[in-house]
């Protein structure tokens, strides 16, 4: 009995899922994290180069379509997971929404406010699912975090601070490429600024911004940025791909400081320690592994399956509302910030 009969025996199909693109992170997360997700089961993957889509398709068990449009055809498939280039986002979104299919895009869901708002219109026009492939949320050492700062562990919180940066990146690489929306801060940048709303809200305002910005590939390839709450509280991030590698995060209260580190890709082994640093005294909290790729995938996945039992997304306005959010944010950084020459550091 194939995994599907089961899945389908026990009361309800799972989700067939089409891949259009075979990106590193398709191939290294999201394909094994399908696999292991419990109402996903993936049914065609495509790429540009057809040699690559066999590949992916005899390493996890499904089949090679022919191209995109192919996927997009497909009466066995659901719904599409897009890996591409952020600047492709808007033109497959909105093909495989006109083919009937859920879509779950790689973050951020569209290079600007603009096309962010037509998805997410096009998609509640046609009673589908859209989602951006945002997955750190789902990992549980955040709500876990942000539990004990709601129960006061280190007073009111006052302050956040975040950091995602990588080493260099080879010449060739995409995120090099301004016509396919590169850059670090749609890039890394995403991690840092949206974990600030995740932690202190959406009332977020930049108070300040630098980016660094590279003459020779024309994108920026890091930055630092401030924001400020209604309320005063504020956010001090940073991102690049200028660096060693470094993903943590610190909140500062009256009476304390909790932080992680590798905070937002973290492997599905890792069980994360949370410092809690207070006047007198230092504790450690170790968290339970998660598998945040699954997680994010099998959360789509139950918004489609209770779509298709209901009619409705049941969490179409507030995820609708958290992605126009981060993108208003993204660009009114991009908008407001200094631009520095980039370091190019080795």
Not at 117 to 145: D, F, K, M
Not at 196 to 211: N, Q, S
Not at 266 to 278: C, K, N, Q, S, T
């Given at each position: 009995?194939?995994?599907?009969?089961?899945?389908?025996?026990?009361?309800?199909?799972?989700?067939?899922?089409?891949?259009?693109?075979?990106?590193?992170?398709?191939?290294?997360?999201?394909?094994?994290?399908?696999?292991?997700?419990?109402?996903?089961?993936?049914?065609?993957?495509?790429?540009?180069?057809?040699?690559?889509?066999?590949?992916?398709?005899?390493?996890?068990?499904?089949?090679?379509?022919?191209d995109y449009d192919a996927v997009l055809a497909s009466p066995d498939v659901d719904a599409v997971y897009l890996p591409l280039p952020a600047a492709l986002h808007r033109r497959w979104t909105l093909a495989a929404l006109a083919a009937g299919k859920h879509v779950l895009v790689e973050k951020p869901m569209a290079t600007d406010v603009a096309e962010t708002?037509?998805?997410?219109?096009?998609?509640?026009?046609?009673?589908?699912?859209?989602?951006?492939?945002?997955?750190?949320?789902?990992?549980?050492?955040?709500?876990?975090?942000?539990?004990?700062?709601?129960?006061?562990?280190?007073?009111?919180?006052?302050?956040?601070?975040?950091?995602?940066?990588?080493?260099?990146?080879?010449?060739?690489?995409?995120?090099?490429?301004?016509?396919?929306?590169?850059?670090?801060?749609?890039?890394?940048?995403?991690?840092?600024?949206?974990?600030?709303?995740?932690?202190?809200?959406?009332?977020?305002?930049?108070?300040?911004?630098?980016?660094?910005?590279?003459?020779?590939?024309?994108?920026?390839?890091?930055?630092?940025?401030?924001?400020?709450?209604?309320?005063?509280?504020?956010?001090?991030?940073?991102?690049?791909?200028?660096?060693?590698?470094?993903?943590?995060?610190?909140?500062?209260?009256?009476?304390?400081?909790?932080?992680?580190?590798?905070?937002?890709?973290?492997?599905?082994?890792?069980?994360?320690?949370?410092?809690?640093?207070?006047?007198?005294?230092?504790?450690?909290?170790?968290?339970?592994?998660?598998?945040?790729?699954?997680?994010?995938?099998?959360?789509?996945?139950?918004?489609?399956?209770?779509?298709?039992?209901?009619?409705?997304?049941?969490?179409?306005?507030?995820?609708?509302?958290?992605?126009?959010?981060?993108?208003?944010?993204?660009?009114?950084?991009?908008?407001?910030?200094?631009?520095?020459?980039?370091?190019?550091?080795?």
């Amino acid at each position: 009995m194939t995994r599907q009969e089961t899945l389908a025996g026990s009361g309800e199909p799972p989700v067939r899922l089409g891949v259009l693109g075979a990106s590193s992170v398709a191939r290294r997360r999201t394909l094994p994290a399908a696999l292991a997700a419990p109402n996903v089961v993936l049914a065609a993957v495509a790429s540009r180069d057809r040699e690559k889509a066999e590949r992916l398709a005899a390493e996890f068990g499904c089949r090679a379509a022919k191209d995109y449009d192919a996927v997009l055809a497909s009466p066995d498939v659901d719904a599409v997971y897009l890996p591409l280039p952020a600047a492709l986002h808007r033109r497959w979104t909105l093909a495989a929404l006109a083919a009937g299919k859920h879509v779950l895009v790689e973050k951020p869901m569209a290079t600007d406010v603009a096309e962010t708002a037509e998805l997410l219109a096009a998609a509640a026009s046609r009673g589908l699912v859209i989602r951006q492939n945002l997955t750190y949320p789902h990992h549980g050492q955040h709500a876990a975090v942000r539990d004990l700062v709601r129960a006061g562990r280190i007073g009111s919180l006052v302050e956040f601070q975040s950091a995602f940066c990588i080493p260099s990146l080879p010449a060739a690489d995409i995120r090099h490429r301004p016509e396919l929306g590169g850059g670090a801060l749609l890039d890394v940048g995403v991690y840092p600024i949206s974990a600030a709303r995740f932690f202190l809200g959406d009332d977020l305002e930049v108070a300040g911004a630098v980016l660094r910005w590279d003459d020779e590939y024309g994108v920026d390839a890091g930055g630092s940025v401030l924001l400020r709450s209604v309320g005063g509280r504020t956010a001090t991030l940073s991102f690049g791909f200028e660096h060693g590698y470094g993903a943590r995060y610190l909140l500062w209260g009256g009476s304390g400081r909790i932080s992680v580190d590798r905070v937002f890709t973290p492997p599905e082994w890792l069980r994360p320690v949370v410092r809690i640093e207070e006047q007198d005294r230092v504790e450690e909290i170790v968290l339970p592994a998660d598998h945040q790729f699954r997680n994010s995938l099998s959360a789509f996945a139950d918004a489609v399956l209770a779509t298709r039992r209901t009619g409705a997304d049941p969490e179409r306005e507030a995820q609708a509302a958290s992605a126009l959010g981060l993108a208003q944010l993204l660009a009114d950084i991009a908008a407001k910030a200094q631009r520095v020459p980039a370091t190019r550091g080795a």
